[in-house]
């Protein structure tokens, strides 16, 4: 059974940093690709960022571009995502997922598990 468990969410001023962690249980993961997702009250969720297990390559959603940093530490199957330059758009609950795939995707229906979130609120 698959465990993804997200830590690290809280409340922090405009232009604040938080780093989340996703710690995953159950499987070998590397082979697959783990992301980050964000979903706000009354949105869908969307992506924010993604990285392969194996060889560490990433992906952002473009507004995340240069603000969030997706990290890993395969020895203790962490994913993590550092938040920098907050703003209040960002606040959302953040769930990490784990992909079918080996690649990096952006679409939701692409992971097929999922942890339950962390909420992240930024104040302005």
């Known amino acids: 059974q698959v465990q993804l468990v997200e830590t690290g969410g809280g409340l922090v001023q405009t232009g604040g940093s938080l780093r989340l962690s996703c710690a995953a249980s159950?499987?070998?993961?590397?082979?697959?690709?783990m992301g980050w997702f964000r979903q706000a009250p009354g949105k869908e969720r969307e992506f924010v960022a993604a990285?392969?297990?194996?060889?560490?390559?990433?992906y952002y959603a473009e507004s995340m571009k240069g603000r969030f940093t997706i990290s890993k530490d395969n020895a203790k199957n962490t994913v993590y995502l550092q938040m920098n330059s907050l703003k209040p758009e960002d606040t959302a609950v953040y769930y990490c997922a784990v992909s079918r795939f080996s690649w990096l995707s952006t679409l939701v229906g692409d992971y097929d598990y999922w942890g339950q979130g962390t909420q992240v609120t930024v104040s302005s």
């Open positions: 990285i392969r297990w194996g060889g560490g390559s990433t």
């Open positions: 159950g499987r070998t993961f590397s082979t697959y690709a």
